[in-house]
């Protein structure tokens, strides 16, 4: 099925006509605002639902949702309905009306009556709907998954699940227990399945679905302690063991690390360990109660202060440890630091990380938080300092490629490139930025950008807001910067944003929701 791609543009706009007389705007008026509170479009783009609520929120909201045809522009109002969803690939949605659950059919109008009361999950881009229940167990394989197919009315149910995770378009992996074993399995949602590993029971620790949903990682335990890492690849069928956790002897006293599934792909090189404290992170740094504020010149913000503000100190920083998997060798990367910023992705040796120790002095004079920003590079060690006094932090791409970060000095836009041995910041554009730069805000002695809007072509280009629209820019430089919705904001004199979010990390194309104001 080729799947129709609509971008739609949800735009509210008070408009007079322009030989109407002007009416002054009074509490009546303003009674009557309404904004769309929620919104979403069905899998083949057809439908469009939304709901609306008064701007006066003391103002009871009627329990509606306007359905809207985008090929007729045909509006129909499902009244008495609540939590509305479009379900599967054919213009079906799931509503509740009057304590019912209902799929209607908005093509035939034909219902089916939901009989189910469990919360009901849908999976994006497939004809298949999940929930669950819980029974009580005494070994913890609680949870019946019951999933439902759409299109052939017919639902598969799987009992004693310890957890379970949906990949692909229609995969499952699942840990199931059997008598007094454990099964990790995987397949087609409706089965069959195959069996990944299985154990005794009290050998089988936990399992982590890598988000590419290519591994699952799994640990396996003696004695309640997990001791072995394993990595099965989904598609080659294969197993191996990555980690030996007894071999990961920590030079700090303070810490050990964490026995969990960690996420590793077959090409991976180093796992980012968690560390558990071994002392007490919390009472070390209690403030005590004072009525006498002590402030040397030399010191930020006063103990006073930070009492009132988060009751404590700030916590105490874990250090931060990798494990070398082709060396076989543990490395402390970072003690000393603000933040850590790594890309979201499991594959990377390169994350930044924030001192802001030169400017603690300015927090209570300044009422501002500057810092320093460092590269860290695993496969080296090495760290170095590439942005000072800096108020802003860079966003990773889902690759972890390439970083963003606005400049609030220059007021443009930087990107940084991870993947050359060059490790610093360049200008996104040669040419001005000033349409990206918020040029109304005068607020303080610095301008900010509009944002960012997200990532597309697997992180590979960024999505920048000017005032008016959304533009494109393709890192590798293999295509020019181009406007995602065509300029049409700025024709209109319309600011286009996510209706879900202002950012958003993978932005799907494929049937995108606008507002406009």
């Not at 167990?137 to 799987?158: E, F, G, H, R, W």
């Not at 699942?174 to 195959?194: C, E, H, R």
């Not at 040397?296 to 930070?306: A, C, P, Q, S, Y």
């Not at 994350?351 to 004079?365: A, S």
């Amino acid at each position: 099925m080729i799947r129709k791609t609509i971008l739609c543009i949800a735009i509210f706009i008070v408009m007079q006509g322009l030989s109407a007389q002007k009416k002054d705007i009074d509490s009546t008026a303003y009674q009557e605002w309404k904004y769309i509170k929620s919104s979403e479009i069905s899998y083949t783009g057809d439908w469009v639902a939304y709901n609306t609520v008064y701007q006066d929120f003391e103002k009871e909201n009627p329990l509606q949702t306007y359905i809207v045809n985008t090929k007729t522009s045909e509006n129909q109002v499902l009244k008495d309905v609540s939590s509305v969803k479009f379900v599967g690939t054919g213009n079906w949605v799931l509503y509740e009306k009057k304590g019912q659950n209902y799929l209607h059919n908005l093509d035939t109008e034909k219902f089916r009556l939901w009989q189910s009361q469990a919360y009901t999950n849908v999976l994006k881009n497939t004809d298949f709907l999940y929930y669950t229940t819980f029974k009580a167990s005494p070994d913890n394989a609680n949870t019946q998954l019951v999933i439902y197919d759409l299109k052939k009315n017919d639902s598969t149910s799987l009992d004693k699940l310890l957890s379970y995770n949906f990949y692909g378009l229609n995969k499952l992996v699942y840990a199931q227990m059997v008598g007094d074993k454990t099964f990790l399995k995987s397949g087609p949602i409706n089965g069959p399945y195959q069996t990944i590993y299985s154990c005794k029971a009290s050998e089988f620790g936990n399992y982590n679905l890598n988000p590419d949903g290519l591994a699952v990682t799994f640990t396996t335990q003696i004695n309640g302690q997990a001791n072995m890492l394993h990595f099965f690849d989904l598609k080659l069928k294969k197993h191996e063991v990555v980690l030996d956790f007894e071999n990961l002897q920590l030079d700090d006293a303070n810490y050990s690390v964490s026995r969990i599934a960690y996420p590793v792909q077959k090409d991976t090189r180093f796992v980012y360990l968690q560390l558990q404290a071994e002392f007490d992170k919390y009472s070390s740094q209690a403030i005590p109660k004072s009525n006498v504020d002590i402030w040397k010149w030399d010191e930020g913000t006063m103990l006073r202060r930070e009492a009132k503000i988060r009751n404590s100190k700030p916590m105490v920083k874990d250090p931060v440890y990798v494990y070398d998997l082709q060396t076989k060798q543990l490395k402390k990367l970072a003690t000393d630091y603000d933040h850590i910023i790594k890309p979201n992705t499991i594959n990377f040796s390169k994350f930044f990380k924030t001192d802001n120790t030169p400017y603690l002095t300015e927090v209570d004079w300044k009422f501002n938080e500057r810092h320093d920003l460092y590269i860290l590079d695993a496969l080296t060690g090495n760290q170095k300092l590439i942005k000072k006094g800096i108020n802003n932090n860079p966003i990773w791409s889902p690759s972890g490629n390439y970083a963003l970060l606005f400049d609030e000095t220059q007021e443009i836009w930087l990107v940084y490139d991870a993947t050359t041995p060059e490790q610093n910041f360049k200008p996104l554009l040669n040419s001005p930025q000033d349409s990206f730069v918020n040029q109304s805000q005068d607020t303080g002695h610095r301008k900010d950008a509009y944002g960012a809007a997200g990532w597309i072509n697997h992180g590979n280009t960024v999505l920048l807001y000017d005032r008016y629209d959304i533009w494109a820019f393709d890192l590798t430089e293999k295509q020019k910067p181009y406007s995602l919705t065509q300029e049409y904001g700025r024709r209109h004199k319309v600011e286009l944003r996510f209706n879900s979010n202002d950012y958003i990390e993978k932005v799907d194309l494929e049937g995108i929701i606008l507002e406009g104001f």
